[in-house]
């Protein structure tokens, strides 16, 4: 089974400066899906990002990228000039691209706080 | 444009009653899903469902029952409700298209579920 794992808890950032957050899979499959999704107060899942495994050029979402490094089964996502609005939770999360259902495996998330 | 709709939005239960989670889209997808959250982690996949008439166990089945009898319609049932049920429950949906390569999950707004 597939593990997706965000080692940091809660990241704090300073309006208009950048943050990095840390997500690794675990996964014996070659052909894959990768998203960000992020999850304000209001609670709605909204997806912010998504990279194809066989895609080697890395996502990017106006101000949110992603370093995807395949071998390393690294996926962070980087938010450049940070607003207020960007002040939520963020889950990773993985979906096969063979296995039946297109279900997703997520993260345990992190909170990123964003200081005016 | 409704999207997913999940009602009720909150709901308070006591132990050992039962209750029928409602969720409904509007994008014609094939593919539909119930997640559950808990305080402080990342969503976990309770039932999913690939087309009317048929259903998964996901990752945290037991004490939950699903049906699919319609493309729009995939309500999760909770019988002798435990507090080990108190939850945020997430309902999703996705289309899978001809050749494989799926959408991502749209999300319904969540239900907070105490079990008291």
């Known amino acids: 089974a597939q593990t997706v794992t965000q080692s940091q808890p809660e990241m704090s950032v300073q309006e208009a400066e950048t943050v990095t957050l840390s997500c690794t899979y675990d996964?014996?499959?070659?052909?894959?899906?990768l998203f960000w999704y992020k999850q304000p107060p209001s609670r709605q899942m909204i997806l912010v990002i998504r990279?194809?495994?066989?895609?080697?050029q890395n996502a990017t979402e106006n101000r949110f990228s992603v370093n995807f490094q395949k071998a390393a089964k690294s996926f962070s996502l980087k938010i450049s000039d940070s607003q207020l609005g960007d002040a939520a939770m963020y889950f990773c999360?993985?979906?096969?691209?063979?296995?039946?259902?297109?279900?997703?495996?997520f993260g345990g998330g992190t909170r990123v706080l964003v200081k005016p | 444009n409704a999207g997913v709709t999940q009602t009720p939005k909150f709901r308070i239960l006591k132990i050992g009653q039962s209750m029928t989670l409602q969720c409904t889209q509007d994008?014609?997808?094939?593919?539909m899903y119930w997640y559950r959250q808990d305080p402080g982690m990342g969503l976990k996949l309770i039932y999913y469902?690939?087309?009317?008439?048929i259903t998964d166990k996901g990752e945290v089945p037991n004490g939950y029952n699903v049906s699919r009898s319609t493309t729009e319609d995939f309500p999760l049932r909770l019988e002798l409700a435990a507090p080990s049920q108190t939850s945020v429950y997430f309902c999703?949906?996705?289309?899978?298209?001809?050749w494989g390569r799926g959408t991502e999950a749209f999300f319904g707004q969540g239900t907070r579920l105490t079990v008291v």
């Open positions: 999703a949906s996705s289309y899978d298209r001809v």
């Open positions: 994008m014609n997808h094939n593919y």
């Open positions: 469902s690939v087309g009317a008439g």
């Open positions: 996964t014996s499959e070659s052909d894959y899906y």
């Open positions: 990279q194809e495994a066989y895609k080697q």
């Open positions: 999360a993985y979906r096969s691209g063979k296995a039946a259902g297109n279900k997703l495996t």
